[in-house]
Each structure stands twice: as structure tokens, then as C-alpha cells.
């Protein structure tokens, strides 16, 4: 059992408050998943040159006192370009110029203990063990600002309790997924992508839906197009919440067996497994309310 969050707010006005309207939607979710919690936030993206690469450091010796400054330095002269560490605990917002891959290369060959989190010219990632509240409040999640956002807390039922199990995952660049239920063929589909170069960082099997969905969208298929082959491949139980560079999409099995609920205002779209979460809003008692249904997509534009 877990549970999943998400804000997408829809005038510019409210960006500045995202965090601080998540915060208790995401505490709210305690009680579905006390271990760990994390954060995927979307907001202006940066120039067409530059990537933003977030970094964990809790697996350093170092921890929390991680040495970014002198960690972007290294980086930029070994590889040539610019690089910029914007620190929050023990993570880090790199933000670089060049080629991605090339950086991710580079922190794997010359600083194996980091756990490179997610890239895009939009996304910031944060996630931990530890309750929700301690987890926003290590990281401050209720200043973050932004146009919309990816919340999760997890309950493990099938692997461990690490801060690289925790949700969301991504793949590719600018796209997490968070998830509540179970996979039943995630090996299956492990197999299935490996054999194409897709490199698997976990055993957690909410793993294998983002890997094949971000496979299907640098296939040519656009997010839709995706979701609907996920249906014919995803055996399981689940309720799946993704964040794209413009995009919030929902869907749940054809049994619709992992809850969520859904309220929307001209101001708001709001997504959480349970209403307990999203009945502080403003707005919340004449926004529409409702559950989605078995095996349809809910896709709404930033």
C-alpha cells in the first residue's frame, strides 16, 4: 500500500504556493506510506543548451555535508562546460551545460556512491527514507515553486526500504512515475528491455512501468500512445501518476482496485489516493470531485 500525490495548478499566480498546497496532501498519505517519501516538481525549464541533473549523496560517507561546490568544479574542468550545484541536504540540483549523458557518465566512473536521480531541462527530484513530514521538511518541499508536481509515499511490499526505491522514478528526461499497487510481469518486462540497452538501476518492479513507458515515448509515441500500450502490457494492480515537462497523467488497471480521487477548479487539478488529502484546498467544496475510471487515461496540460 502507498500512496500518490499530484498538483498541476493552472494559473501563474499560484506557482509560488505548489509546495506549500502539497505539503499537507503528501502528509496526509502517512498512514499509506510512513517509510519513505519523495517529489518530483516541474517548473520553468532551463535554456536548450543546459540540462538540470539531481543528485543524491546519502549513500557518501559524507551524507549531508557533501562537497558540491568542489564536486562542480572537478566536473566542469574534466569535462569542459559549466556546471552549477544548487545544494539541499544531501541532494543537489546540478545544473550543466553539454551533453547529459556524459555527465551521468562521468559521476558514475568518478563518484560511484552518488545516485543520479532524474534529468530534464524541467524536473528537480527529491526523495528519502523517513515519514513523509520529516521527509518535506529535510527538503523543504513547502517552498518548492513550480507549475505541477509528482508526490509518493511508500509502504514496501516487494522490495527494500532505500532512498533509490523510494518514488518517483524516471527515465529518460523529464518524466517520473509514481506508483501504488503491484506488478505482476516486471521481470518479464525487464527482460524484455534489456536486451534493448535499457539498464535497470533497482528490483523495484514500479521500475519496469517507467522504463517501458519512457521506452515507448522515445519509440515516436507520444504520452497517449504510450499509456494505451501500457494497458495491453502492464499485468498488475495499479494506479499510475505521471509528470512530464507539461503534462500530469493518470490511469488506474482495468479493475481500478488502488484508489484515487480527483478535484479540479479553474484553479487547480489535485490528485491523491484518498479526498482526506485534498480536503484542505481552497476551493475544495465547489471543485468537481470524482473517481477515475478502470483503465482510462486522465491527461491535463500545464
Partial sequence: MCGIVGLLVKKPALQAQLGALMVP????????????A????????????????????????EGSAYNWATFANALGRDLGIEAVASANGNHAVLTVGGDPAAVRNWIKQHHPKLRVLSTGRAIDLYKDVGSPRQVSDRYGFASMT?????????????????????HPFTAGEDFCLVHNGSLSNAHAIRRTLEPLGIHFDTDNDTEAA????????REGDDLEAALQHAFKTL???????????DKLAL????????PAIVAETDDYVAIASEFRSLAHLPGIKNANIFEPGPEEMYVWKA
Avoid at 496532501?25 to 519513505?36: K, V
Avoid at 517507467?210 to 515515448?217: K, S
Avoid at 490511469?251 to 488502488?258: I, Q
Wanted: net charge negative; with cysteine; hydrophobic share 40%.
Fill in 25 to 36: 496532501m503528501l502528509i496526509g498519505m502517512t498512514d499509506r506510506g510512513p517509510e519513505s
Fill in 235 to 245: 499485468d498488475g494492480f495499479y494506479t499510475l501518476l505521471m509528470g512530464t515537462s
Fill in 146 to 166: 513550480g507549475t505541477h508536481l509528482v508526490g509518493h509515499t511508500r509502504m514496501a511490499t516487494e522490495s527494500a526500504v532505500t532512498p533509490d526505491r523510494a
Fill in 251 to 258: 490511469v488506474r488497471d482495468p479493475f481500478a482496485c488502488k
Fill in 210 to 217: 517507467c522504463r517501458l513507458i519512457e521506452w515507448r515515448l
Fill in 38 to 61: 519523495g517529489l518530483a516538481v516541474f517548473g520553468t525549464p532551463v535554456d536548450a543548451s543546459e540540462r538540470k541533473i539531481s543528485v543524491y549523496a546519502g549513500f557518501t560517507e
